[in-house]
């Protein structure tokens, strides 16, 4: 009998736990070139609400980002780089952030 309500209990708090860890990994292209790139880009992912971590590769170009997918998604994210210049595979930043990048941020963009 203990033991089957032990199991039970087990199985309750496996479940519940499971609910409420909604971390989710992505990964995408970010364009840029240094390591000044490399903080900013980081920076910005993080500061959007439920991000966890973020990580850039400066020779990959890829970022990979950890968000709670209650609270954020991926969308968010790419907005957010954007915003201070820099382009994903999503959204091409505007020419006013991208401007206002260090010389050594501003990367040959697509036309």
Known sequence: ??????SL???FIMGT???FA???TGKFKV???CSMCEKTIEKAAKAVEGVTSADWDKKTKMI???FD??????HKVHMAIAKV???TEMHKASDEAYKKLPGCCQYERAQ
């Open 1 to 6: 009998m203990k033991t089957k309500l032990l």
């Open 9 to 11: 209990l087990v199985i």
């Open 17 to 19: 736990a499971s609910l």
């Open 22 to 24: 909604q971390n989710k």
């Open 31 to 33: 364009f840029g070139n």
């Open 64 to 66: 990979e980002v950890t």
């Open 69 to 74: 997918e209650s609270k954020t998604n991926l």
């Open 85 to 87: 210049g820099y382009d």
